[in-house]
């Protein structure tokens, strides 16, 4: 499995983006999704995860109610629609699938495969 995360870039605060992540292979469907962040100096976090089915969604606290996270089987694209960004929102975003692993859905850990990552800055 592939993944390339895209949909980054500048943007004041109050603003909105929409990351994408496209994935290569046939799995996808069966794949639980995940996105993550890490800003400079700091740890890489969770930020939201989405079953296979979508049925399943989990948000990390800070971005409940700004952040959204969906998916298009047919199109092998997970997204994260972000809105009232803040500059503390600041970071490379990374797309993350996991297979093989249960357990948490915050812990990176658990996750097979992971994009590139796109950064996002968010000006104040």
């Known amino acids: 499995v592939q993944l390339q995360a895209s949909g980054g870039g500048l943007v004041q605060a109050g603003g909105s983006l929409r990351l994408s992540c496209a994935a290569s292979?046939?799995?996808?469907?069966?794949?639980?999704m995940g996105w993550f962040r890490q800003a400079p100096g700091k740890e890489r976090e969770f930020v939201a995860a989405?079953?296979?089915?979508?049925?399943?969604?989990y948000y990390e606290d800070f971005v409940k109610g700004r952040f959204t996270i969906s998916r298009d089987n047919a199109k092998n694209t997970v997204y994260l629609q972000m809105n009232s960004l803040i500059p503390e929102d600041t970071a490379v975003y990374y797309c993350?699938?996991?297979?093989?692993?249960?357990?948490?859905?915050?812990?990176?850990?658990?996750?097979?495969?992971w994009g590139q990552g796109t950064q996002v800055t968010v000006s104040s």
């Open positions: 993350a699938a996991r297979i093989t692993y249960t357990g948490s859905y915050a812990y990176t850990g658990n996750y097979d495969y």
């Open positions: 989405i079953s296979g089915s979508g049925g399943r969604i």
């Open positions: 292979g046939r799995t996808f469907s069966s794949s639980s």
